[in-house]
């Protein structure tokens, strides 16, 4: 348990099973400038996407137990897929504020364009799961517009093969081209992996379609959190260790190197 006089100067934990949630970290890092961070990337168990809700209920659970043994006061859980298999169990073992994160169907549907579908790409997991059939349950209204796109194996291919590949390409192709484009108003980017892909969704599906994700508003989330449980930073403090700690999940130098690349892109775009 944290110190509560001294709690708003401890990280912020952040997780994903891999490269995904460092576009949510570079997100936070934009918008809460005085606060630091711990990111680990379980890239030792990746992709979760494709395994049962208790395996990964079992690595988020984890993954979240390193991160507190850091002295985080806040925990994102910054992967769509640990989010559905595992918040309630979180929240429930934690005692920190623990945040999690949902394929941004509302806004999809709220600000979409009527009548033209919406396709949510995620990983099987995730869409398989009950919270997401929740969040549909809230839309049945709308149910004729929603495309369910499970995408086995592509967030593995975003950190192999890397944005603007041609695996990725084909990939995409190979996912909306049975599609009726014409149809197609939006996609909702329902795995944090694919928020490096918006580019390239544009290149196969055109410019006009509205891409959402839920990254700026699960950062909001946080602030809000943060705020209501008086955690904010309230000062700027300075890190000479710098304001990410990343927290390898193997002894591997490479995926640090590969998590960092990541950010460089998420921050600058290069
Ligand atoms: N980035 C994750 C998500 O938001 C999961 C990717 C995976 O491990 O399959 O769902």
């Known amino acids: 348990m944290l110190d509560k006089d001294t709690a708003w100067q401890a990280p912020i934990g952040v997780l994903d099973s891999g490269v995904g949630g460092i576009g949510v970290l570079a997100e936070a890092l934009a918008r809460l400038p005085r606060e630091r961070f711990c990111f680990l990337g379980d890239l030792a168990h990746a992709p979760y996407g494709g395994r049962s809700r208790q395996e990964i209920a079992a690595l988020a659970g984890n993954a979240a137990q390193r991160l507190a043994g850091q002295g985080i006061k806040a925990l994102v859980v910054a992967c769509n897929t640990a989010t559905s298999a595992a918040i309630e169990e979180l929240r429930e073992r934690f005692p920190f ?121 699960t950062i909001r989330q946080l602030e809000r959190q943060l705020a209501a449980a008086d955690l904010l930073a309230r000062e700027p403090l300075s890190f000479p260790e710098g304001r990410v700690r990343i927290l390898p999940s193997r002894e591997n130098a490479q995926d640090e190197a590969l998590l960092r690349r990541f950010l460089d892109l998420a921050r600058t775009g290069t």
């Open 97 to 217: 504020p623990v945040i999690g994160m949902e394929p941004a169907l509302k806004p999809a549907i709220e600000h979409g364009q009527p009548r033209r579908k919406i396709v949510v790409m995620a990983t099987p997991a995730t869409l398989r799961l009950d919270k997401f059939q929740r969040l549909l349950d809230r839309y049945a209204d709308c149910r004729e517009q929603v495309l369910e796109a499970p995408c086995p194996g592509l967030s593995l291919m975003v950190e192999r093969e890397g944005p603007g590949s041609p695996a990725v390409r084909s990939y995409l192709h190979e996912l909306f081209d049975p599609m009726d484009r014409e149809e197609i108003g939006a996609v909702v980017l329902g795995c944090t992996h694919y928020t490096f892909l918006k580019a390239d969704i544009r290149a196969v599906l055109g410019e006009q379609v509205a891409l959402y994700d839920g990254n700026a508003g």
